[in-house]
């Protein structure tokens, strides 16, 4: 059983900045791609960032130089540092981790959390 936990997100001002982190636990043998993604009202699940097993990452356009996912593995945490946060940036945001155990290979999902942008 592999569960991933969601913390930092809240209200951050426009032009603030905040960070995401995920972090799992279980008999992990090893955590391969890793995403975020986020939900905001009304509007499908989007990719924003997304970091290969080796290291490459991808980017919505609209997080692109802004946005920052990196992971550290010792600690089987991916984090999104977010930058310049905008209103349209408020979502639910998700971590999504491809990860191998004794008998699965498979993606989990956090369990969401919300970030607002707000003055």
């Known amino acids: 059983q592999v569960q991933l936990v969601e913390s930092g997100g809240g209200l951050v001002q426009p032009g603030g900045s905040a960070r995401l982190s995920c972090v799992a636990s279980?008999?992990?043998?090893?955590?391969?791609?890793v995403g975020w993604y986020r939900q905001a009202p009304g509007k499908q699940r989007e990719l924003v960032a997304s970091m290969l097993g080796g290291g490459g990452t991808n980017y919505a356009d609209s997080v692109k130089g802004r946005f920052t996912i990196s992971r550290d593995i010792a600690k089987n945490t991916v984090y999104l540092h977010m930058n310049s946060l905008k209103p349209e940036d408020a979502a639910v945001y998700y971590c999504?981790?491809?990860?191998?155990?004794?008998?699965?290979?498979?993606?989990?999902w956090g369990q969401g959390i919300q970030v607002t942008v707000s003055s």
């Open positions: 279980g008999r992990i043998l090893s955590i391969n791609a």
């Open positions: 999504n981790l491809n990860v191998r155990t004794a008998g699965y290979n498979g993606a989990y």
